[in-house]
């Protein structure tokens, strides 16, 4: 009997065959699991958040590749002859598969817009210089939340003016964002000596009150020629 060519071979395919991910058994297993919470609550959430998990990433991941296909057309004229050699070289791989995967699992807004200004520069950026750079300015994103991309957006705003104007109170800040209990001023500044830790700002001269304590109040900022650098790479240089 003439063998079977490959269309009509029954056989499972090497696809079919192999193991299932990691990923995949846990979520097996976390599926059966939400049975042992009582109540019905674990039925619930298997059905619920399990049942419609897949489709939720599909189309969270649909909507960012079109958002970035919308970004494009307004950069058109940026837009190089595409060089199939950087599309398959491992710098490019680095940045859209990391990209893709910190997709799958953001919530935040803000986050998301600075992920899809990441692969907009890298597909308009053929090249990718400063590797190393680059991929920290992409870590980075994991590093911060919201605030302190706006934070940040509201301090690079005044990078062009002088010095003396470059420079923006704790307590200004604060009321650009609505902070006003103590907890929430407490957590602008925090926000702050994150973004100096990165080195995307600096302080002026620190004040200190009449007990020799740091006025935190007064304590000013201005955004550094490096914060200003990773807003442009993640394309929210323009925000304020």
Do not use: W
Not at 85 to 105: G, M, Q
Not at 163 to 181: K, L, M, Y
């Amino acid at each position: 009997m003439a063998g079977l060519t490959p269309a009509e071979d029954n056989t499972p395919s090497e696809l079919s065959r192999a193991p299932a991910s990691s990923s995949d058994a846990l979520i097996r297993v976390l599926r059966s699991g939400m049975q042992l919470i009582p109540f019905g609550i674990g039925s619930c959430i298997e059905s619920a958040y399990f049942g419609s998990a897949d489709d939720r990433r599909i189309s969270r991941l649909e909507k960012f590749i079109e958002e970035v296909a919308e970004e494009m057309k307004k950069v058109k004229d940026q837009v190089r002859a595409p060089n199939e050699e950087y599309f398959k070289s491992d710098n490019f791989a680095f940045f859209f598969e990391n990209v893709i995967r910190r997709v799958d699992t953001e919530a935040s807004n803000e986050k998301l817009r600075a992920l899809r200004g990441v692969l907009v520069t890298i597909l308009l950026d053929q090249g990718l210089a400063d590797f190393d750079k680059r991929s920290s300015f992409l870590k980075t994103i994991d590093l911060v939340e919201a605030l302190h991309l706006q934070v940040l957006q509201f301090l690079a705003a005044r990078s062009d003016r002088s010095d003396e104007e470059r420079f923006v109170s704790h307590a200004t800040i604060c009321r650009r964002f609505g902070a006003s209990s103590e907890a929430d001023t407490n957590f602008v500044y925090s926000t702050l000596d994150t973004l100096a830790n990165r080195e995307f700002i600096i302080s002026g001269p620190v004040p200190f009150d009449v007990k020799n304590r740091i006025d935190k109040q007064r304590q000013e900022f201005r955004a550094t020629a490096l914060g200003v650098e990773f807003l442009r790479f993640v394309r929210l240089e323009g925000a304020t």
